[in-house]
């Protein structure tokens, strides 16, 4: 009896070793893969965004395609689409409206009247603005499908060597007036430079970002034209970007204690009143550009 038991032991103890190094075995690929999953490096990124006052407008440009991420005032969108003529391009590859508030949505009818749009991704809710309306108008005109995402998506995609993931909201109610906090969150990753588009992101929506666990970041547009929250500190932690761009106006300029609080991290912080920024990766670092504001 004792033999036996004991040779049962043994076999036990080989299985479980089997078992154990197949799982670790397991392990390593999987995070081989995820490690390997960012392509190599053969061009660069540039990140524009636009002097719009309070509003955002932005545009990501791979070498062979071209992102549009919200689309700033009615108006605003005239001055994507001259910015995209001059360089002889006629399409946006994919355009995201955040949210649906009149400062991010406004110039999108225009873009969609004037270039060739391919995916459109919007957070999964519906308003009243006459903005609004005249965007999905325009869809409907132009038989442009709109991909709103649902609650708790991500959606990711590949544009020649950056990798981009969209996040939508976790939330069906926010509050009252918080439309805010629907705001899609664009994650990209270009070699080793990290990205983070956080649409007007307000605590709730900020603290849903930090539960992604993305880890830190190069550059970030900063959320809600600037606005200091109570999980500010919080949200900069979790994050830790080393530069940050603000879109605010000089009429309506960022939260004093933001301005502070991003001046006390060393954080390189550009707001978007003193002109237009241009932020360029090469995969393993970013150089940045302003203009003079007009």
């Avoid at 009896?1 to 392990?27: E, R």
């Avoid at 959606?155 to 909201?169: G, M, S």
């Avoid at 106006?249 to 954080?267: C, H, I």
Wanted: charged fraction near 25%; charge should be negative; glycine fraction near 6%.
């Amino acid at each position: 009896m004792h033999m036996k038991n004991l040779c049962k032991k043994c076999t036990s103890l080989l299985v479980g070793l089997c078992s154990l190094f197949g799982l670790t075995c397991c392990q390593n690929t999987v995070q081989e893969s995820k490690e390997n999953k960012t392509p190599e490096v053969t061009g660069t990124v540039t990140v524009t965004a636009f002097d719009v006052g309070k509003a955002d407008a932005m545009v990501v440009q791979t070498e062979n395609n071209v992102t549009v991420i919200d689309t700033g005032c009615k108006g605003d969108g005239k001055k994507i689409e001259k910015f995209l003529e001059a360089q002889n391009i006629d399409s946006i590859d994919t355009l995201i409206i955040t949210h649906f508030d009149k400062d991010h949505v406004g110039g999108a009818a225009r873009l969609l009247n004037r270039m060739k749009i391919g995916q459109i991704y919007t957070p999964n809710y519906i308003t009243d603005t006459e903005e609004y309306q005249n965007f999905i108008d325009k869809a409907d005109e132009m038989n442009l499908e709109i991909h709103a995402l649902p609650l708790r998506d991500m959606v990711e995609w590949q544009a020649d060597d950056a990798v981009f993931q969209l996040y939508a909201a976790n939330a069906v109610f926010y509050g009252k007036d918080e439309e805010n906090d629907f705001s899609l969150c664009l994650y990209m990753q270009h070699g080793s430079q990290k990205f983070l588009f956080t649409g007007d992101a307000e605590e709730a929506r900020q603290k849903e970002l930090m539960q992604l666990n993305l880890g830190t970041v190069d550059f970030m547009k900063y959320p809600y034209h600037g606005n200091y929250m109570p999980c500010t500190e919080q949200f900069l932690d979790a994050f830790q970007p080393r530069i940050a761009v603000v879109c605010c106006s000089r009429k309506e300029y960022a939260d004093g204690y933001t301005v502070e609080t991003l001046e006390k991290r060393g954080v390189q912080a550009l707001y978007t009143n003193n002109g237009t920024v241009t932020v360029v990766s090469d995969g393993s670092s970013l150089s940045v550009e302003q203009s003079a504001s007009k």
